[in-house]
């Protein structure tokens, strides 16, 4: 017979550099999961990665205090600041004052990478998607 699922807990937390402090230790103490047991396992499946990536995770909190844990692909955002070499977007989206470029082939490798946690048919439709999240952060999309 299956577990019984109590619930689900979202977070973001930088690869490889999980710690029992918040927010990952009051969301879990609250389900009375084991926090060091899910810190110590989710900084070894992420060490092979960059150091700081912001990873979301979704834990699956069971009846019986156990857990069980998926780990997604970074944020857009993410890759897009990477690839524009920028700190953060701009305050004032859609105002004409750009802060990065990204070209199309940029915003294709990022779709590959993506592509599974993206609510997309194809790869065009997530370079689309991923031209519309440069755009809302003051970043211009240019040819090649």
Known sequence: MAK?????????????????????????????????????EFNAATQQMEPGMPIPVVITAFADRTFSFVMKTPPNTYFLKKAAKIDKGTTTPGKGAAVG???????REIAKVKMKDMNANDED????????SARSMGVTVVEG
């Open 4 to 40: 019984k699922v109590v619930g689900y807990i979202k977070l973001q937390i930088p690869a490889g550099k999980a710690n029992p402090s918040p927010p990952v230790g009051p969301a879990l103490g609250q389900r009375g999961l084991n926090i060091m047991q899910f810190v110590k």
């Open 101 to 107: 470029k990204v070209t199309i082939e940029q915003l």
């Open 125 to 132: 439709a997530a370079v689309r998607m991923l031209t519309g």
